[in-house]
């Protein structure tokens, strides 16, 4: 494993015992939600089960918190018990668009109710590009066990706690394409611009030319220059729906830089009040 355990190579994966880790193909496509699964159905990495953002990773039912809700934790204990999970098994999350559709909400869901998860670091493409075997068809059907999980409040911040944090010295990081952050142009949600206060760093920073995770050196210094001196700790990330801006959390988390949270609800869930303030431009 490299880049501080968080991420994985495609080779080091394969080498892994079979028993010893839970892979978890997260390939999803917001304009097609049933893509992802149908791609899984065609290829996928042997011993792989499938997430769909929507069904498994978001709560759809719940209104008001972005398009992307967390799920309960019982909900969550659920699905990881659907898919097998056992206890001290570690869980590595794939998807083929860097990590950020849906593999680092994953992981970031994970690593919040204490579970040791990576991210395959390039994806899908990277396995591919490895020459390295895949199944096709339905997962394997696996025993379920019973999972009892333990969230950490801590991790997330919701719109209360929000006001507070942007009343004194901490940062929220968007990570949204800059047009959308500026409010250029806004293809999903409600308004254009961002929150008041917010800086930008799109997540596709985090990634080089090739779709993999660029050294822990080079986003440390990068994330340096956009902190502007803030500790991790004071850093919230969002972006459109609470998913992308996992991809931050888990470039910070390679570069070392541990301790900061998401706004769960994110941009959706901030403009669904049209009374809060909207900001546009850099």
């Known amino acids: 494993m490299n880049k501080r355990n968080v991420l994985i190579e495609a ?3 394969a080498a892994l015992q079979r028993e010893s880790v839970l892979i978890v193909d997260c390939r999803f496509a917001l304009a097609d939600p049933g893509k992802g699964e149908r791609d899984f159905l065609e290829a996928h990495v042997p011993g792989a089960v499938y997430a769909s953002l929507d ?3 978001s709560d759809l039912s719940i209104k008001g918190m972005g398009r992307h809700p967390l799920p309960s934790v019982t909900a969550f204990a659920q ?3 659907r898919w097998g999970w056992r206890q001290g098994q570690r869980v590595v999350a794939y998807d083929d668009a860097g990590g950020a559709l849906a593999a680092a909400r994953l992981w970031w869901m994970l690593e919040s109710v204490g579970i040791a998860a990576s991210v395959l670091d390039g994806g899908w493409q990277a396995w591919k590009a490895a020459g390295l075997a895949v199944e096709n068809g339905p997962a ?6 019973p999972v009892e999980l333990h969230f950490d409040p801590a991790r997330v911040v919701y719109y209360e706690e929000l006001e507070v944090l942007r009343g004194n010295d901490s940062l929220l990081l968007d990570a949204r394409a800059a047009p959308r952050f500026r409010g250029e142009s806004e293809p999903l949600d409600r308004a254009a611009g961002h929150i008041p206060g917010a800086r930008n760093r799109p997540f596709s920073q985090n990634l080089d030319a090739n779709g993999y995770f660029k050294s822990s050196d080079t986003l440390r210094s990068e994330f340096a220059g956009v902190l502007g001196g803030h500790a991790p700790r004071d850093v919230v990330h ?6 992308t801006a996992c991809h931050n959390l888990l470039a910070m988390e390679a570069a070392g830089l541990s301790g900061s949270r998401l706004f769960a609800p994110s941009w959706s869930g901030w403009v669904s009040d049209p009374s809060r303030p909207v900001a546009t431009g850099d």
């Open 238 to 243: 969002m972006c459109g729906s609470g998913v």
């Open 55 to 57: 069904r498994d990773l």
């Open 140 to 145: 394997t059907p696996r025993a379920a066990t």
């Open 11 to 13: 080779n080091a994966l």
């Open 79 to 81: 699905t990881l018990s």
